[in-house]
């Protein structure tokens, strides 16, 4: 029985957010290397999707992902049922491989980055779902 979209999408929000249903419990720190400066900014969620399903746009889901060399925060808002997913930590990018450790859950998940002009892409993988989230960079002030 397929069940309606927000159940079974707040887990799953929470995985991309939180990343609560990552692929290790391995939580040493990534390597303290910053992130290559394209990545550094402020960024809109363009859309999401979880494994073969239709990718989540807004307004059904919006978020904002704020990157600095070695930090990230997201937050991510679900319309229905209402409910919002946070998270931070640390990240790192070496090529296209994306590691993350989570501040709030002891979990380092990893998968690959890609950024094009404005756009990032940053696709995660778990035992049990693949997580592709787009991301559009915000323009910098005096741009």
């Known amino acids: 029985m397929k069940r309606p979209f927000g159940v079974r999408t707040v887990p799953l929000c929470l995985t991309m957010a939180a990343v609560a249903a990552s692929c290790t419990m391995d939580i040493a720190e990534p390597n303290t290397k910053s992130a290559p400066p ?19 746009m807004p307004p059904s889901v919006n978020g904002v992902l704020v990157l600095t060399p070695n930090t990230y925060k997201v937050t991510v808002h679900l319309q229905s049922p209402d ?61």
């Open 83 to 143: 409910s919002t997913a946070t998270d931070s930590g640390t990240y790192v990018v070496s090529g296209n491989h994306w590691t993350q450790i989570s501040a709030g859950f002891p979990l380092r998940t990893e998968g690959t980055a890609a950024i094009q002009h404005d756009t990032l892409t940053v696709d995660l993988a778990t035992a049990t779902v693949q997580l592709t989230n787009i991301w559009k960079k915000r323009a910098q002030a005096g741009q």
């Open 38 to 56: 394209e990545f550094v900014g402020t960024y809109d969620l363009v859309s999401l999707s979880f494994s073969d399903e239709h990718p989540i």
